[in-house]
């Protein structure tokens, strides 16, 4: 997949920072966990099992609007600096079963609740992943 950036940067820094929509029309920003899904080739968003996922902001935002963007960053060193981080652009799709099954399958560091997000990434920048840490890629996905 051409987004083995975005995999790798999942692998190292499973917290993201997600922006999305919602129906008033502003943005919001959440934290939320992502893992790379290598059959799906796409990003899951799982919401900890008890925590109420499918009542959430992010859940009704993702729903009613499905594109969204998130950053995933931190620092390969600090001596030298060295920044790294990807940030996707794509389509969410709110699924209200199989999160369950799909947490286990993918080794997820917690159990999740049966409602999940999918991320179909359709633009991806990166730094410091496949470059020098201050030199910005992008590319569309097909």
């Known amino acids: 997949m051409a987004s083995s950036s975005a995999s790798r940067a ?6 993201a920072a997600a922006t999305r929509v919602g129906r008033d029309g502003r943005p919001s ?3 939320v966990g992502v893992i790379y899904d290598p059959e799906a080739e796409a990003l899951v968003v799982g919401g900890a099992a008890g925590t109420g996922m499918a009542g959430s902001k992010k859940f009704r935002d993702v729903a009613e609007r499905p594109d969204v963007s998130f950053v995933i960053d931190d620092l390969a060193t600090t001596d030298p600096w060295a920044p790294r981080g990807i940030e996707v652009r794509g389509h969410a799709e709110a699924r209200t079963e199989g999160g369950v099954e799909l947490g286990l399958r ?3 560091p917690f159990p999740f609740e049966p409602v999940w997000i999918l991320i179909r990434p359709r633009r991806i920048l990166a730094w410091g992943i496949d470059t020098g840490s201050f030199r910005l890629t992008a590319r569309d996905m097909a």
């Open 10 to 15: 999942a692998s190292w820094s499973p917290s």
């Open 29 to 31: 920003v959440r934290p």
């Open 106 to 108: 993918l080794g997820a």
